[in-house]
């Protein structure tokens, strides 16, 4: 079974960074895409960047300059390295991605738990 692990999120103070850690487990065949997503309470899980298995990276303008989308695909991991940090930040983050399970099978998205990321003023 498909599983998405995230890790490293927490509690840090404006300006500061933390990176998230997502890693792919189970069998499966390949991984295309793989990204983050938040969501606050009330709103809609919102994309904040992504990344093609061949490193081409989208990045929302919220977090431009700020957010750095990164994968590894020998590890199977997507990271999220997130500098200066804004208040505004705080947010469940959610690793997602597009997983082929077998090679003759369709893709599939599978979702992370959810890692809390809290920035205070």
């Known amino acids: 079974q498909v599983q998405l692990v995230e890790s490293g999120g927490g509690l840090v103070q404006a300006g500061g960074s933390l990176r998230l850690s997502c890693a792919a487990s189970?069998?499966?065949?390949?991984?295309?895409?793989m990204g983050w997503y938040r969501q606050t309470p009330g709103k809609q899980r919102e994309l904040v960047a992504s990344?093609?298995?061949?490193?081409?990276?989208n990045t929302v303008d919220s977090v431009k300059g700020r957010f750095t989308i990164s994968r590894d695909n020998a590890k199977r991991t997507v990271y999220l390295q997130m500098n200066t940090l804004k208040p505004e930040d705080t947010a469940v983050y959610y690793c997602?991605?597009?997983?082929?399970?077998?090679?003759?099978?369709?893709?599939?998205?599978?979702w992370g738990q959810g890692t809390q990321v809290t920035v205070s003023s």
């Open positions: 997602n991605a597009v997983i082929r399970t077998t090679w003759q099978s369709n893709e599939y998205e599978y």
């Open positions: 189970g069998r499966f065949f390949s991984i295309n895409a």
């Open positions: 990344i093609t298995s061949s490193g081409s990276t």
